[in-house]
């Protein structure tokens, strides 16, 4: 404290990542893209990898990824981000390589192309938001949709015997040999976003030491699709979707001890 009394503080505890770019979201309101955006430009900032990065993103509010992160990034068609990455990794094999994909994406048209590079073991990072429905294109039911979720092509609900299930990606690649990492977190809250901050550094040191295919699955809110104000889509992840997909690490190797 000087001495005329008033208080200096050169310490900075919190400021915007440098690979995060410095615009303002053009996200819906409690949309939390710009939180997993976020996570994902401190991740690589922490590794100090911004220039051999590349990341690639689908048709969808995934894409506009290019708007927020400031690497390289390439645009695939509708789930082929896993594909094109396989591509460009192999092109540039000393490149940090990952893919920013949603739940309609990755789980539906791209559910080939996810499966396939994970037992291929391909040395990527798939970060996978899931918010359950189709965002961009008009709130349709995805994959992930929930049981009794009404959207724009399930206006009763979805239903079983009809709809079939949600399907749990996280679980499901984990058990695939070339997974090196699969873990599902969720934003809605301080505490949450801790631990989506270490899953998300994890899966990128996955990749680091040559280990295979690391998968982190963001649970996500639509409020708009939804038709929710903000602090009630965050409650439904908070309640409804953990309670269907548990948070957690389903999937961690050790060491490289495949083929």
Known sequence: MSGGGKQHFDKVVFKRPDSLVDVKTHFCPGCHHGIAHRIVAE???????????????????????????????????????????TGVKRALPDHFVFTYQGDGDLAAIGTSEIIHAANRGENLTVIFVNNTTYGMTGGQMAPTTML?????TSPYGR????????????????????????ARVATSSPAQIRKAKEAVKTAFDMQIRRMGLSVVEFLSTCPTNWGMKPLDARNRVLGEMIDYFPLGTFKERKQADFV
């Open 159 to 182: 239903e079983f015997s009809n709809d079939g299930y949600p399907i749990k990606m996280a679980e499901l690649l984990a058990q695939l040999e070339g997974v090196a990492f699969s």
């Open 148 to 152: 009794g979720q009404k959207t724009s």
């Open 43 to 85: 991740a690589i900032d922490h590794f100090g990898m911004r220039e051999k990065t590349v990341g690639v993103a689908c048709v969808g509010c995934s894409v506009f990824l290019y708007d927020y992160i400031d690497v390289d990034v390439v645009e695939a068609p509708h789930g082929r981000a896993p594909a094109v990455a």
